[in-house]
């Protein structure tokens, strides 16, 4: 079946540093979806990519559709402690709009 | 807007019972609702798909008799876990689908003792 998966798996950065996700699936997607998590609450949308290479911005993060629409990434400049979180990217492909989730990110910012 | 609630947002229960978790999509229709199942640092695992009027299709690996859905009308879907069993305990959370967004509900912490 489809599998999507998420690099890396946990990420501890120093507050201001750079953040990179990158998510992979099996298949090719009709768009894809990123998601972040705290600790103990439920996934809260964040974008939704839909073209191929397409770019999206949202102040400090960035999201890529690869050009193959079976990759992704998020980027986060200069990361702050309220970016504490895991990081979901979900697939969607064929006629439903069933998602697929990723393995997750998990994102550690030190102050 | 799009707010999905769920209710009961946590619950305790012994083995051996049955347990409703309700989700509903407050400002909004939705035909289709999707139930996912999420265990301590991984990620959400797609349960199945209820859609309004109709049988929920369920994903491989989750039986249809243990976890039974309803979806009554086009705001609520219900997921009643039978005859629980510690392994069941587990985060449950659901979303409504509203055009090719997913809306997720705040989740319910299930433990079964």
């Known amino acids: 079946g489809q599998q999507v998966m998420q690099i890396p798996q946990y990420q501890h950065v120093q507050e201001g540093e750079d953040f990179t996700t990158y998510c992979n699936s099996s298949?090719?997607?009709?768009?894809i979806q990123w998601y972040k998590q705290r600790p103990g609450g439920h996934p809260v949308f964040l974008i939704q990519?839909?073209?191929?290479?397409e770019v999206k911005k949202q102040k400090r993060l960035t999201f890529q559709f690869g050009e193959a629409k079976k990759n992704s990434s998020l980027h986060i400049t200069a990361t702050q402690t309220t970016d504490v979180g895991t990081y979901f990217c979900?697939?969607?492909?064929?006629?439903?709009?069933?998602?697929?989730f990723g393995t997750g990110t998990l994102l550690a910012v030190q102050p | 807007g799009a707010v999905v609630s769920q209710h009961p947002s946590w619950v305790i229960c012994k083995s051996g019972t049955s347990v409703k978790i309700e989700c509903r999509s407050l400002d909004f229709q939705a035909t289709t609702m999707f139930w996912y199942r999420q265990f301590p640092k991984q990620s959400l695992m797609l349960m199945a798909t209820s859609n309004e009027g109709s049988k929920a299709t369920y994903e491989q690996g989750v039986e249809k008799d243990k976890f039974l859905i309803n979806h009554a009308s086009l705001t609520l879907s219900t997921l009643t876990v039978t005859s629980a069993h510690p392994e069941d305990s587990s985060f449950y959370i659901c979303s409504a689908a509203k055009y090719n967004e997913q809306f997720f509900g705040p989740g319910t912490r299930l433990t079964v003792l």
């Open positions: 298949t090719t997607l009709s768009n």
């Open positions: 979900a697939g969607a492909g064929g006629a439903t709009n069933k998602l697929i």
């Open positions: 990519l839909v073209k191929s290479g």
